[in-house]
């Protein structure tokens, strides 16, 4: 979603130009949205702690994407931390001026739309799709914190107390994006870092 390109005269001329060093913050957790951060060179990682202290990146941002712009939509603190990787210009533009021009623009407001839609999946808003968000995180819970990375479908029955099949609904989901195998009784983890970013969906 490259909205640079599409970003009329007088919001440009609200945005300032700013630069980040390597591993320097755009935003940490807590933060208001005062401004919404639009690319133009370099790369940015969301992220955040793992109980146990660890970095977890989320997802990373690059040319013509967007930081902050969630926030400013919907006037929550921010939750991850969103920290350059490399050297970062950026166009800073006040958030009230976005949302000026998410509703003055109709093109813009779909665009956002999608991509609202699109960011819920991949972090794992199951409810979108009918999924218990609860029982995604503890299912990703159980298997992130297990010892081999796996759980057969009857201990994660017992520990959940959910039913078969809003259980099958949520495995199913979970490898859709990727991040685990269900194919017979065992569970495994794929990928830590998606299965991790559902359980922090909500939290």
């Not at 790369?43 to 990146?57: E, L, T």
């Not at 699109?118 to 010892?147: C, D, M, N, R, W």
């Not at 099958?168 to 994006?177: D, E, G, I, P």
Request: aromatic share 8%; charged share 20%.
């Amino acid at each position: 979603m490259d909205l640079i390109l599409h970003m009329p005269d007088w919001v440009r001329e609200a945005a300032k130009e700013l630069c980040f060093a390597p591993d320097q913050p755009l935003f940490m957790p807590g933060d208001c949205a005062e401004r919404v951060y639009f690319l133009l060179q370099g790369r940015a990682d969301i992220w955040c702690m793992s109980p146990q202290g660890q970095r977890v990146q989320l997802q990373q941002r690059g040319p013509g994407s967007c930081v902050g712009e969630m926030e400013a939509l919907t006037g929550h603190t921010l939750v991850n931390a969103v920290t350059a990787v490399t050297n970062c210009r950026c166009l800073a533009l006040p958030a009230d001026t976005f949302l000026q021009w998410a509703r003055a623009d109709a093109d813009l407001a779909w665009q956002l739309m999608r991509y609202l839609a699109h960011t819920a999946l991949e972090f794992g808003a199951f409810a979108a799709v009918g999924i218990s968000g609860q029982l995604a995180q503890k299912v990703a819970y159980l298997l992130l914190y297990s010892p081999d990375g796996q759980q057969t479908r009857a201990q994660l029955l017992a520990r959940t107390g959910a039913s078969g099949r809003n259980l099958n609904r949520v495995l199913r989901r979970l490898q859709q994006l990727g991040c685990i195998s269900a194919g017979g009784t065992v569970v495994r983890v794929c990928d830590r870092e998606t299965l991790f970013s559902v359980y922090c969906s909500d939290r």
